[in-house]
């Protein structure tokens, strides 16, 4: 069993940046993968990024591309998702999600754990 709690979220200007925080924690010995995946209303869950355990080779949404960061603090246990040049389009409820799988982390059906959501608004 993973728990996770994402905090972070806001209302920011487009142009701006935010930084969400999601802590995990689990009584497992089994590493497991990390991502993000945000919601707008009356949309479909979508992929946002993904961190491996051994935090190599981060995978992006291609909408994201060269705006979003996702890293991660083991020592914390805590993933962040740095989010710059935010724009209207962005805005929805971003979760922390993760899995102890290793293949297919853009799907959402691969992951069995989820946080709450943390809710984004970028203005215009």
């Known amino acids: 069993q993973v728990q996770l709690e994402e905090s972070g979220g806001g209302l920011v200007q487009a142009g701006g940046s935010l930084r969400l925080s999601c802590v995990h924690s689990g009584r497992t010995f089994r590493p497991y993968n990390m991502a993000w995946f945000r919601q707008a209303p009356g949309k479909e869950r979508e992929f946002v990024a993904a961190l491996t355990w051994s935090v190599s080779n981060p995978v992006y949404a291609d909408s994201v591309k060269g705006r979003f960061t996702i890293s991660s603090d083991n020592a914390k246990n805590t993933v962040y998702l740095q989010m710059n040049s935010l724009r209207p389009e962005d805005t929805a409820a971003y979760y922390c999600?993760?899995?102890?799988?290793?293949?297919?982390?853009?799907?959402?059906?691969?992951?069995?754990?989820w946080g709450q959501g943390a809710q984004v608004t970028v203005s215009s």
């Open positions: 999600a993760a899995t102890y799988g290793s293949t297919l982390l853009g799907r959402r059906d691969t992951y069995g754990f």
